[in-house]
T-cell receptor, first 115, second 111 residues
Framework: GAGVSQSPSNKVTEKGKDVELRCDPI?????LYWYRQSLGQGLEFLIY????????KSGLPSDRFSAERTGGSVSTLTIQRTQQEDSAVYLC?????????????FGPGTRLLVL | EDKVVQSPLSLVVHEGDTVTLNCSYE??????LLWYKQEKKAPTFLFML????IEKKSGRLSSILDKKELFSILNITATQTGDSAVYLC???????????FGTGTRLKVLA
């Protein structure tokens, strides 16, 4: 597609339920990133995928968070047993290369609300 | 600890005003600084700055980097209501893809 797409755009769930957030990066982009943005805060790095390499999961806040990327393209971020503090906008970005200064292109995000 | 600080946190101006947004950073092994505009959810790329003192310009927006004093400014002239957004500054330290983002400046332009 023309840009990074994410689904759903909004998700409301009850505390304790699991949620899955999807990201479809720009075609040909080998690097994929997940960020979390809480209200009034900057973007918090969660996880990074590059091709077939092992992902960098160092930003995941707890073991309730996991992510996978199938076939080097689509990625799914899963949050198990959601808590109210998980409420945030989850943003996905992709870039063409792995170099740190390579521009990242962001998707529209998924706004998660945990009641 | 690497950090990026933006100021002001928020700003309200009237159409036609000129605004200056600030981003200061303390990052080891600096290579570049990026500005993004975030209107609803998706940040969109504005500028990437790598060299000190060279202004980048796009229409009414311009930005410059000062690597000695460790800051960048983003200027918007003749502001329009469509400029209302959160402006984010990010710095990726050399050797890492983990962008460090500031908390952003929320700009509101009144008609």
């Amino acid at each position: 597609g023309a840009g990074v797409s994410q689904s759903p755009s909004n998700k409301v769930t009850e505390k304790g339920k699991d949620v899955e957030l999807r990201c479809d990066p720009i075609s040909g982009h080998t690097a994929l990133y997940w960020y979390r943005q809480s209200l009034g805060q900057g973007l918090e790095f969660l996880i990074y995928f590059q091709g077939n390499s092992a992902p960098d999961k160092s930003g995941l806040p707890s073991d309730r968070f996991s992510a996978e990327r199938t076939g080097g393209s689509v990625s799914t971020l899963t949050i198990q047993r959601t808590q109210q503090e998980d409420s945030a906008v989850y943003l996905c970005a992709s870039s063409l290369k792995t170099r740190s200064e390579e521009t990242q292109y962001f998707g529209p995000g998924t706004r998660l609300l945990v009641l | 600890e690497d950090k990026v600080v933006q100021s002001p946190l928020s700003l309200v101006v009237h159409e036609g005003d000129t605004v200056t947004l600030n981003c200061s950073y303390e990052v080891t092994n600096f290579r570049s600084l990026l500005w993004y505009k975030q209107e609803k959810k998706a940040p969109t790329f504005l500028f990437m700055l790598t060299s000190s003192g060279i202004e980048k310009k796009s229409g009414r927006l311009s930005s410059i980097l000062d690597k000695k004093e460790l800051f960048s400014i983003l200027n918007i002239t003749a502001t329009q209501t469509g400029d209302s957004a959160v402006y984010l500054c990010a710095v990726p330290p050399v050797g890492t893809y983990k962008y460090i983002f500031g908390t952003g400046t929320r700009l509101k332009v009144l008609a």
